[in-house]
């Protein structure tokens, strides 16, 4: 799937209160045959969403009307485990841009980040702030603003820096995989080949 554009975004969360959670809790191993990215958000949390029958579980958070938005905000250690890609594009595929947290793998991050999925880490006094205040408020909206590294809980609530990567923001910022970051230097390598020494 392409990368989408990611500058700034504001929307509601969806909060799954626990930690720990695994690639494997993220995507089961039998779902990962498949050889493109796509229909995998069917299948994420999928032994959580579903009992063993097929039927979805009333009480797991995805199956709910009360929280909605493209930001899911998750406990600490998110994804880790082990290291499949596809923990990155069921989350995405579902229609989640960002993902919050304290802790995130370092694979899984990394994952997130190549397919345009962005991690958001933050202290674990905002994430217990942000948890409160979207429990209290469903309709609470969150603001990624990924050229200023914030986020920020509107109307007035608390702001958090957080890092990444400058190329991997560059790469968000301009829609760019690692492929598409190459060619937009497609000019300048040509220059450089011009003019170097032999």
């Known amino acids: 799937m392409p990368i989408e554009k990611f500058t700034t975004l504001i929307s509601k969360c969806v909060p799954l209160a626990i930690e720990?959670?695994?690639?494997?809790?993220?995507?089961?191993?039998?779902?990962?045959?498949?050889?493109?990215?796509?229909?995998?958000?069917?299948?994420?949390?999928?032994?959580?969403?579903?009992?063993?029958?097929?039927?979805p579980k009333e009480d797991f958070v995805l199956n709910g009307s009360r929280y909605e938005g493209s930001i899911l905000v998750t406990g600490k250690n998110f994804g880790s485990g082990s290291s499949r890609e596809h923990a990155a594009w069921a989350i995405k595929d579902y229609g989640f841009?960002?993902?919050?947290?304290?802790?995130?793998?370092?694979?899984?991050k990394s994952n997130a980040l190549n397919n345009g999925l962005l991690p958001v880490q933050v202290s674990d006094r905002f994430l217990e702030h942000l948890f409160q205040q979207v429990e209290a408020d469903p309709g609470t909206e969150v603001k990624i603003d990924l050229e200023k590294q914030t986020i920020h809980l509107l109307p007035d609530g608390p702001q958090e820096q957080f890092e990444i990567g400058a190329y991997k923001k560059n790469c968000l910022i301009n829609g760019y995989d690692d492929i598409d970051y190459l060619l937009s230097l497609k000019e300048k390598i040509s220059e450089w080949e011009k003019n170097r020494v032999l």
């Open 20 to 55: 720990n959670v695994d690639t494997d809790q993220i995507i089961p191993a039998r779902f990962l045959k498949a050889t493109t990215r796509d229909g995998f958000g069917e299948n994420l949390f999928r032994d959580w969403r579903y009992d063993k029958s097929g039927k």
């Open 97 to 108: 841009r960002v993902v919050v947290s304290s802790f995130f793998a370092d694979i899984f």
